[in-house]
């Protein structure tokens, strides 16, 4: 019996899932907010030692990813280089600070935690698709595509290696899309390089981005800024998701939002049909495919746009946390040698390497100075 545990870093809550292989009995199935994260990151660790009981290997959360480092392993450099930010961010606390302490916390807890790759560092995604890209999907991404997987492949009664489909993780913050082929992930579109999102304005025109880092500090903040909930002017402490969609709701901004997030959602997936050409299925996971209002509509709207492939969420064993919680679990529980070892075998998991900003043809001064500005 494998008893394994995942953590995923949402951008509302930092989700902790664990379960036994044996019986199925899930033993954790908690959200934290992220705030509290952010301000005492060692929460996280608490609820898993108050766990009292032996636990075989837990995933953490990594940021932008690790080639599947064993926390205990891992540098200074790799920890600062999967939560990347400049020194004027880590002053302003955001949220990926408490990421970054709780991955130094994790390295010497004792535990057997585990630091996952994002999609950059997948053997699985050919080297083309890799350049000049760094988001291609964080490591709770790859999280998601695992939960994928393995709902395809015991929904149908098939082998891990004989599922396909195109993901859409559909969350608070970013719209992410990743492409699995074969049990592989073969192609991803990061929340901060796809279409619009409910906060992320997505990818960012390359002259914005010129006329902003020319204008001040280029922080992160603005990374969630630009998207759904910028361009209707809700506030997003106030209104909640369900009335955002709510047709009662919408003005005339919220009406604009709404059909710029749905068509993104669209975009992104036809940007995955080179790498996955005849998806299985098209999955749903994320904070909004909880609203089933909300699905209808993606659903409408990939069909309208001559997408063919049916359209379901993803089945979650937990009650309180997201799909992405128990992909990293499933990830632990594979490496701990548990009943989904194959299942990471053929994702090719262990075999990563490489780094954020490996993959940048920019020059190797530009290279350089990257490595020096954020790792070290």
């Given at each position: 019996m494998?008893?394994?545990v995942?953590?995923d870093?949402?951008?509302?809550?930092?989700?902790?899932?664990?379960?036994?292989?044996?019986?199925?009995?899930?033993i954790?199935?908690?959200?934290?907010p992220?705030a509290e994260?952010?301000?005492?990151?060692?929460?996280?660790?608490?609820?898993?030692?108050?766990?009292?009981?032996?636990?075989?290997?837990?995933?953490?959360?990594?940021g932008?990813?690790?080639?599947m480092v064993?926390a205990?392993k891992?540098?200074?450099?790799?920890?600062?280089s999967?939560?990347?930010?400049t020194?004027?961010?880590?002053?302003?606390?955001?949220?990926?600070?408490?990421?970054?302490?709780?991955m130094?916390l994790?390295?010497?807890?004792?535990?057997?935690?585990w630091?996952?790759?994002?999609?950059?560092h997948?053997p699985?995604v050919?080297e083309?698709r890799k350049?000049?890209?760094?988001?291609?999907?964080?490591a709770?991404?790859?999280?998601?595509?695992?939960?994928?997987?393995r709902d395809q492949?015991?929904?149908?009664?098939?082998?891990?290696?004989?599922t396909?489909?195109i993901i859409?993780?559909?969350?608070?913050?970013?719209t992410?899309?990743?492409?699995?082929?074969?049990?592989?992930?073969?192609?991803?579109?990061?929340?901060?390089?796809?279409?619009?999102?409910y906060?992320g304005?997505?990818?960012?025109?390359?002259?914005?981005?010129?006329?902003?880092?020319?204008?001040?500090e280029f922080s992160k903040?603005?990374?969630?800024?630009g998207?759904?909930?910028s361009?209707?002017?809700?506030?997003?402490?106030?209104l909640?998701?369900?009335?955002?969609?709510?047709?009662?709701?919408?003005d005339?901004?919220?009406?604009?939002?709404y059909?710029?997030m749905?068509?993104?959602?669209?975009?992104?997936?036809?940007?995955?049909?080179p790498?996955?050409?005849?998806?299985k299925?098209i999955?749903?996971?994320g904070r909004f495919?909880?609203i089933?209002?909300?699905i209808?509509d993606?659903?409408s709207?990939?069909?309208?746009?001559?997408?063919?492939?049916?359209?379901?969420t993803?089945?979650?064993?937990?009650?309180?946390v997201?799909?992405?919680?128990?992909?990293?679990?499933?990830?632990?529980?594979?490496?701990?040698?548990?009943?989904?070892?194959?299942?990471?075998?053929?994702?090719?998991l262990l075999?990563?390497?490489?780094g954020?900003?490996?993959?940048l043809?920019l020059?190797?001064?530009?290279?350089?100075?990257?490595?020096?500005?954020?790792?070290?």
């Open positions: 494998v008893t394994a995942g953590i870093p949402g951008t509302k809550s930092m989700d902790v899932f664990g379960f036994e292989d044996e019986t199925d009995e899930v954790m199935d908690i959200a934290i992220r994260v952010t301000k005492n990151p060692q929460i996280v660790l608490d609820a898993i030692f108050n766990l009292d009981r032996k636990i075989d290997a837990i995933v953490g959360p990594s932008y990813g690790l080639p064993k205990s891992a540098s200074d450099e790799q920890i600062n999967a939560t990347f930010i020194k004027a961010d880590l002053e302003r606390r955001l949220n990926i600070v408490g990421l970054r302490e709780l130094f994790m390295r010497g807890s004792g535990l057997n935690i630091f996952p790759p994002g999609v950059i997948l699985t050919p083309h350049i000049n890209r760094i988001d291609m999907g964080t709770d991404k790859v999280f998601t595509a695992v939960s994928g997987i492949a015991e929904r149908y009664s098939t082998g891990f290696s004989q396909s489909f859409l993780e559909i969350g608070f913050g970013y992410a899309a990743l492409a699995v082929k074969d049990g592989k992930i073969v192609d991803g579109v990061g929340g901060t390089s796809g279409g619009l999102g906060m304005l997505g990818g960012m025109d390359g002259e914005l981005a010129y006329a902003l880092a020319n204008t001040g903040t603005l990374l969630f800024k998207g759904a909930v361009v209707s002017g809700i506030d997003s402490q106030k909640s998701i369900e009335e955002f969609i709510s047709p009662t709701k919408k005339s901004n919220v009406e604009l939002a059909s710029a749905l068509e993104a959602i669209v975009k992104d997936t036809y940007l995955l049909l790498s996955v050409r005849k998806p299925e999955l749903l996971s495919t909880r089933e209002p909300f209808e993606v659903r709207a990939l069909k309208a746009h001559g997408i063919s492939a049916g359209v379901r993803l089945e979650r064993k937990a009650g309180e997201k799909e992405a919680a128990e992909g990293a679990a499933i990830i632990a529980n594979g490496i701990a040698g548990g009943r989904y070892s194959k299942l990471i075998e053929n994702m090719e075999n990563c390497s490489g954020v900003f490996s993959h043809y020059g190797k001064e530009i290279g350089e100075r990257l490595e020096d500005t954020f790792t070290r």
